[in-house]
Nanobody, 122 residues
Framework: QVQLVESGGGLVQAGGSLRLSCAAS????????MAWFRQAPSKEREFVAA????????RYADSVKGRFTISRDNAKNTMYLQMNSLKPEDAAVYYC???????????????WGQGTQVTVSS
């Protein structure tokens, strides 16, 4: 079992930045691919970014490429999402997830955090 806890969400103006964190505990988190998804009201959960266990392979949704950066610190069992140049359409609940392979659909991932709200004012 892996437990995931997100933090770092909040209210930011358009063009601003936030850094989300996802703290993992339980079974060795470095063995897992980790990812960020987001879900806005009345919308399906969508892929944002994913990172391999080593941190060497990263994937991004087209909508966030060049603005968001995913990273992980396995010594701290923590994953991050640096979000720059935020837009109102980035507003959502952001979830971290862990699973066995790099994927862009929620069913790829076995473990989920409770989510953290990101609000972007225009």
């Amino acid at each position: 079992q892996v437990q995931l806890v997100e933090s770092g969400g909040g209210l930011v103006q358009a063009g601003g930045s936030l850094r989300l964190s996802c703290a993992a505990s339980g079974r060795t988190s470095s063995a897992y691919v980790m990812a960020w998804f987001r879900q806005a009201p009345s919308k399906e959960r969508e892929f944002v970014a994913a990172i391999s266990g080593s941190g060497l392979t990263k994937r991004y949704a087209d909508s966030v490429k060049g603005r968001f950066t995913i990273s992980r610190d396995n010594a701290k069992n923590t994953m991050y999402l640096q979000m720059n140049s935020l837009k109102p359409e980035d507003a959502a609940v952001y979830y971290c997830a862990a699973g066995p392979s790099l994927g862009q659909v929620p069913s790829t991932y076995n473990y989920w955090g409770q989510g953290t709200q990101v609000t972007v004012s225009s």
